[in-house]
């Protein structure tokens, strides 16, 4: 299983943003310099994230801003924002066991709770982590370059 790459370039997205805030307009294409993704991909997590409620984007090369502060932000709320997680069960079970196998007839019973179980973990450790977080890191290494 892996996560995919929208969940990272969102993070880097949320970096670039609070960084260059103040020197530049940040916009898809100053974005696609930074994280060297198709300015296409970038609009489309923008325009996620704005759906979301956690960047407002100005129309035009208007640039965009991160709508709430950064300690209200975590890294569950990009994932819920940015990931497509379908009925948001992370675990994508195949749909037609065969019902006439023993293991079949009872791979739910047998896996649902332990993935749900999984599943609570990762997002418990996703909530515990902000955007404040990122950005303190982000100075941190900035300054040592």
Do not use: W
């Not at 696609?32 to 960047?55: D, E, F, W």
């Not at 069960?89 to 709770?113: K, T, W």
């Amino acid at each position: 299983m892996q996560i995919s790459s929208r969940f990272t370039l969102a993070v880097h997205i949320f970096a670039c943003i609070d960084t260059f805030k103040d020197s530049y307009k940040v916009t898809s294409d100053f974005l696609a310099g930074s994280t060297n993704v198709n300015p296409v991909i970038i609009r489309k997590i923008l325009g996620q994230l704005k759906a979301a409620g956690l960047v407002t984007v100005a129309r035009g090369s208007g640039g965009a801003t991160i709508a709430k502060p950064l300690q209200e932000i975590t890294f569950l709320d990009i994932y819920h924002a940015v990931e497509c997680v379908g009925n948001g069960e992370l675990f994508h079970f195949h749909e037609n066991p065969n019902s006439a196998c023993p293991v079949g007839r009872n791979i739910h019973v047998i896996l649902d709770d332990k993935l749900l179980r999984v599943q609570q973990a990762m997002e418990k450790e996703l909530a515990s982590i902000t955007l404040e977080d990122v950005m303190h890191d982000t100075k941190k290494y900035i300054k040592g370059d």
